[in-house]
Structure formats: structure tokens, C-alpha cells
């Protein structure tokens, strides 16, 4: 059952980008990215400053990393029980550890510091991402428009780049 979750938001993950357009969308209009934004984004959700970025596959990996280091924290600090009663109806109990060993101590204490260093990593990383695809996207898709005047008369000129 595991399994089949995490296949679907991977996917989900995967294909939301793809749904937004319609297959008769010929030009894709390539807008520019606010780093503010992206990098508030990904601190709220991790990866989501990375796919605003169009990062796709950055985002669910910082996404993946983050939510396991959370797993990890609390799963060194905790005993999770599944409880299935009747047909339908499914509890999971989560309980304190009364008495949590040093090793289990020094675990919570790495991973919550990994946790820490990641999401700052997570952020930074979604604010330098949209900003490089600002750079790309004036690097790749600018119009320029010259104009002069010379001894045959006025011209002007529009250069492309696609």
C-alpha cells in the first residue's frame, strides 16, 4: 500500500506541470520566475520553489529528502501501531518512546539537524533556481529592436533569438 502512495505522488508530482497545458498550445509564452517567491514557496512546501522554477525533477527530490529526515525524526522518537478494525475503518497510533535510548537520542538529534541544513539548503537552492531561469530564458528568448539613421535613409532592424 506503501508503495502504490508514493508511486502516485511521485507521478502527481510528475505530471501536474504537464496538465497545466493543452495539447493545442503551440508557443509556450516563457514568463520570468520571482526568486521571493520561489523561495517562499519551498519553505512552506519542500520542492515546491523548484518546480514553480520548472525544476521538476529537483523539486520532488528535495521534496522526497525532506519528508523522510521528518519521518526519520519522529520515528526515532516514536512507536507507530497500525490498527485496522472492521472494513473500512483504519488508525494508526502513534506513541512517545517512554524511555528513549542514547542511541535513539543522538538518531532524532542528527536527523532534526540534517532536517534543518536541508530545508535552508531547499530554499536557497529554489531562489538560485528561478534566477537561473531568468538568466536562461533572457539568454535564449530576447527580441531586439535597432533603429539608425544613415546616408540612404532611416532603418530598422528587429533581431530574435528562439
Known amino acids: 500500500m506503501k508503495r502504490i502512495v508514493i508511486l502516485f505522488l511521485i ?10 497545458y493543452s495539447s493545442s498550445d503551440i508557443d509556450e509564452i516563457h514568463s520570468k520566475k520571482d526568486p521571493i517567491l520561489a523561495g517562499a514557496l519551498s519553505w512552506y512546501v519542500p520542492g515546491l520553489g523548484q518546480i514553480y522554477a520548472e ?9 522526497v529528502i525532506e519528508e523522510s529526515l521528518i519521518v526519520g ?13 472492521r472494513a473500512f475503518d483504519l488508525g494508526v497510533v502513534i506513541k512517545s518512546k517512554e524511555a ?15 532536517l534543518v541544513t536541508v530545508h535552508f539548503f531547499n530554499v536557497v ?10 538568466r536562461n530564458i533572457e539568454d535564449n528568448y530576447t527580441v531586439k529592436v535597432g533603429y539608425g539613421l544613415d546616408e540612404n535613409g532611416f532603418t530598422l532592424g528587429v533581431k530574435v533569438k528562439f
Do not use: C, E, H, Q
Open 55 to 63: 525544476a521538476y525533477f529537483k523539486g520532488a527530490v528535495f521534496w
Open 125 to 134: 537552492d529554489a531562489v538560485s533556481t528561478s534566477l537561473r531561469y531568468n
Open 100 to 114: 528513549p535510548s542514547a542511541s535513539d537520542k543522538r538518531t532524532a538529534i542528527l536527523l532534526g539537524v540534517s
Open 11 to 20: 507521478i502527481t508530482l510528475f505530471a501536474i506541470p504537464y496538465l497545466a
Open 73 to 85: 525524526t519522529i520515528m526515532s522518537f516514536a512507536n507507530l501501531k497500525l490498527d485496522i478494525t
